[in-house]
């Protein structure tokens, strides 16, 4: 069987090289080679079997690109600025970062320079938000494949007489659809009588809350408290830390 031209930029990103837009950067700049040759033209297209490189000016912008923890406070959204709402990114400024923070990092404006959430947070939610400008950590976190886990501990109600069912407490841990599919099995265990710790691998929009609701239970309280392996800790609301060399999700 033959082998399939793919785009140029998606070969780079499924390599792990680096984002499909970082992909058409590093080739506008001339910085990817196809078996050794200097490949300029944006759209071009190579068999998988081909070797691609790219040059040592790439590996050093990525080397400089940061990734930050900020534990977002309720108000902010996550991602673009909406409805008269500030973005969470308004909070990287020198008097939020976190003293107690590990990272020999210096703060430098041109970090926020493409500094983008990799995966969001509602605007009446809390806890840890990522906000990366390395591809690789944004695609890690939020592509089509990702199998990172999330935590979150839910404050919550019952909306009907009695306490919850095991029942109930079994369909959110696995047997629930949305928006017309199955969801994936998540672990949800009590953690005191009002409060829920749920682990998940999808992130669809509202999503616990939209199952809370399913069972009758309403969200008064919602905060995120680990990604993969990095957890909120300490670092208080409001203020953000690096993400250390020695952190990986």
Not at 38 to 67: C, D, H, I, M
Not at 107 to 125: E, K, M, N, W, Y
Not at 198 to 206: H, S
């Amino acid at each position: 069987m033959s082998e399939e031209l793919l785009r140029l930029s998606k070969r780079m990103s499924e390599l792990g090289l680096c984002s499909r837009r970082e992909a058409d950067e590093w080739i506008a700049r001339g910085w990817v080679r196809v078996d050794g040759k200097v490949v300029s033209e944006l759209g071009s297209k190579v068999y998988p079997s081909q070797r691609v490189t790219v040059e040592r000016q790439a590996a050093a912008e990525q080397s400089k690109r940061v990734t930050i923890l900020i534990n977002k406070p309720m108000g902010y959204v996550s991602g673009q600025a909406e409805d008269g709402y500030t973005p969470a990114v308004a909070l990287i400024k020198p008097e939020n970062h976190w003293a107690d923070d590990p990272s020999p990092e210096i703060f430098h404006p041109t970090q926020l320079r493409s500094l983008v959430p990799a995966g969001r947070l509602d605007i009446d939610s809390v806890g840890l938000l990522v906000l990366t400008q390395d591809g690789r950590v944004a695609k890690h976190l939020i592509g089509e494949t990702t199998d990172v886990d999330k935590e979150y501990l839910v404050r919550v109600e019952y909306t009907k007489p009695g306490k919850l069912p095991d029942s109930d407490l079994k369909k959110l841990n696995h047997g629930l659809w949305m928006d017309g599919k199955p969801l994936l099995p998540a672990k949800v265990r009590w953690q005191n009588d009002d409060q829920l710790s749920f682990t998940l691998r999808e992130g669809k929009k509202r999503q616990i809350r939209r199952m809370c609701d399913m069972v009758g239970l309403k969200v008064v309280g919602l905060k995120r408290v680990r990604i993969g392996k990095v957890k909120l800790g300490d670092l208080p609301v409001g203020q953000w830390r690096y993400l250390r060399a020695d952190e990986q999700f």
